[in-house]
């Protein structure tokens, strides 16, 4: 069994990866949900999304996210009432697109939310209609909420600073609101403990691994099991391969290579897999107490990505 | 000032005629909000709906709600969750149909309310989204919620009854859920005292004029203006021209013609306008304590139409 910490689209590709390597069936994605947001009155869960519908086949290949063969009629129409909505009302936010087929997931997740199904629930049914067969669990069933402070804005929304402000303003803190009250769901502390193997996916480390992270028990879950973990470095030749790991690594006082990476993880994982491109860096990523792993870390291609999983197994100790 | 009390497609019909015979700007709608529902978290007005895009000819003409040149992608996709939903499930309601451009305005709609704003504003807002000059107004900003007991089945909400069981099930009561606690607005309130006529537009009588008639003090503001109150029949030739209000009035009790509008209007409204074909039942009509109106009232061409609102002002004595 194999448990892997994801964020969103770095983590779905690595585990479209995995799934070519290890049965489906063996594979657990505790998924972090602290990007989730309310928009029009839905309850929206992107990284659970991008995962799903990732491995479902169903991601529109070129954007990375929402689903292919969309269409945005909706937010399209939502655009006539830009005009009249009140100056401090954010109805009408288009600036966040959300596909018209993309639209039912929000739906079913929203209306089974009210019914009082748990998130975890509702993640399971919606996995289940993408035909999944790897077991998605989010990290936990309560409302957290990545805050991130901007300078000289202010703390704005996980999505108002990724999407809306395109993460290309910078930053100074970012917190999880909420984290402190949440706990990591039964299935997925079962799943951090029952596994023979726990790859830290290559997301970025403070906003997509940061809320895992922030919930009581889970790093010291992961250091009890440090053997067993593997991370796989989001950064290769000091850039983020998607979104801004990299800047917000730096802003936010870390090494945006991956011996900052190593940095981070080295208290809950004994191994950081990093590309060729760093291997100038493995002494470095080793002086932390990780052992570094070189592989090909960009996933380009259905091989590079199965040989990347393979890699990342092989220095769990498993495969 | 003309005030119309409103259903959905009959009183959209009326109140496009009456804007070829006064300014729009001269006309306030009350339109109930007792359909109002809650769908996948989303605030659904279907009457507010339908007049706001009919007075704004954005109407589709053919099904006679919803916008013209509509997509329905959004309800494709959540199909998907239909077989993955629990047994008692009520979410993926896939039998309420909502088209993608349609969703914005649920969208806008239930945004604002969640920051706070009264469905009287959101309902100005969104009439001036699409260009209306007419005023509308919600009957109230409370939820009144419709229930309909269906024999043998029980109470369900009214879109069950309308959309689910496309209102071909038999009847035997309904009431107005929460009508006790709301209060017409103070806007609609103004608007029925001050107008120089008020007319009861062509909707069924028990649920879309019903509701407006629970509220506290409309009837009674009715009646003491009584001889400004014209009614215009929405069942022509003992059949109604849109929706179950024949099929309704006779398993609750009255009459599905004229007369039976009549005995229900009597003691609020001292005309009722009613088609040609009901011509030999103007003296029950009489009997009833109303005067009739004998005018074409099936509103199938502007001409029609314009020829009806202009004839029911005139029996409220204006124009």
């Known amino acids: 069994m194999i448990t892997v910490l994801a964020g969103g689209v770095g983590a779905a590709r690595f585990l479209r990866g995995l799934m070519q390597v290890v049965p489906p069936t063996d594979i657990t994605a505790i998924v972090n949900t602290a990007d989730d947001t309310v928009m029009h009155g839905l309850h929206i869960s992107p990284d ?17 996210w929402g689903l292919r063969d969309e269409s945005w009629r909706a937010m399209e129409a939502l655009a006539r009432f830009v005009p009249v909505r009140p100056p401090r009302s954010s109805a009408a936010p288009t600036w966040f697109n959300l596909g018209d087929q993309d639209l039912a997931t929000h739906f079913y997740r929203t209306a089974r939310l009210a019914e009082g199904a748990s998130l975890s629930e509702v993640t399971g049914e919606i996995s289940h209609a993408f035909g999944l067969h790897v077991r998605l669990l989010p990290m936990c069933d309560e409302r957290v909420e990545t805050r991130v402070t901007v300078v000289g804005e202010g703390e704005i929304s996980f999505q108002e600073y990724f999407v809306q402000r395109h993460h290309d303003v910078p930053v100074s803190a970012v917190r999880f609101v909420g984290a402190d009250e949440a706990v990591l769901t039964g299935s997925a502390a079962r799943a951090l403990m029952g596994a023979d193997a726990i790859v830290i996916a290559p997301s970025n480390p403070l906003v997509s691994i940061g809320p895992l992270r922030a919930l009581a028990g889970v790093d010291t879950a992961l250091s009890a099991r440090r053997q067993s973990v593997v991370a796989v470095s989001p950064i290769v030749g000091g850039a983020a391969l998607k979104g801004p790991a990299d800047r917000m690594m730096l802003e936010l006082g870390h090494e945006p290579t991956v011996v900052g990476v190593a940095r981070l993880y080295a208290p809950i994982a004994s191994s950081l897999v990093i590309d060729p491109v760093d291997a100038h860096l493995a002494d470095q990523v080793e002086a932390t107490g990780m052992r570094a792993i070189v592989v090909p870390s960009v996933m380009t291609t259905p091989e590079i990505s199965a040989a990347l999983a393979r890699a990342t197994l092989r220095a769990a100790g498993v495969a």
């Open 48 to 64: 659970l999304d991008t995962v799903t519908y990732t491995l479902a086949g169903a991601i529109d290949p070129e954007r990375g």
